[in-house]
């Protein structure tokens, strides 16, 4: 499994971003993708993830619910994650992920910066 992401930038306090990773490769089986980010000098942690199948089902950090949206995308190897009312604590490096066959898949950072 390949992912690529995209849609990083600058971006000034309580703007909106869209970030988007496309799967490919050994795409079947993915059960499922999200976003990790690391801001310099911290740990990698979750931002959300969705899970594949009929339920769908979401989850995300504490401190990005209700600003953050994941989703899956027009195509079926895509994940979008949609973020609203950002922060300068947004600021990291996001990475995309996938699971499959219980083995974890990493795509390149994309550096988002909240900053006025």
């Known amino acids: 499994v390949q992912l690529q992401a995209s849609g990083g930038g600058l971006v000034q306090p309580g703007g909106s971003l869209r970030l988007s990773c496309v799967a490919s490769?050994?795409?079947?089986?993915?059960?499922?993708m999200g976003w990790y980010r690391q801001a310099p000098g911290k740990q990698r942690d979750l931002v959300a993830l969705?899970?594949?199948?009929?339920?769908?089902?979401?989850t995300y950090a504490d401190s990005v619910k209700g600003r953050f949206t994941i989703s899956r995308g027009n195509a079926e190897n895509t994940v979008d994650l949609q973020m609203s009312s950002l922060k300068p604590e947004d600021t990291a490096v996001y990475y995309c992920?996938?699971?499959?066959?219980?083995?974890?898949?990493w795509g390149q950072g994309t550096q988002v910066t909240v900053s006025s």
């Open positions: 969705i899970t594949f199948g009929t339920s769908g089902s979401t």
């Open positions: 992920f996938a699971v499959r066959s219980n083995r974890e898949y």
């Open positions: 490769g050994s795409i079947v089986g993915i059960k499922t």
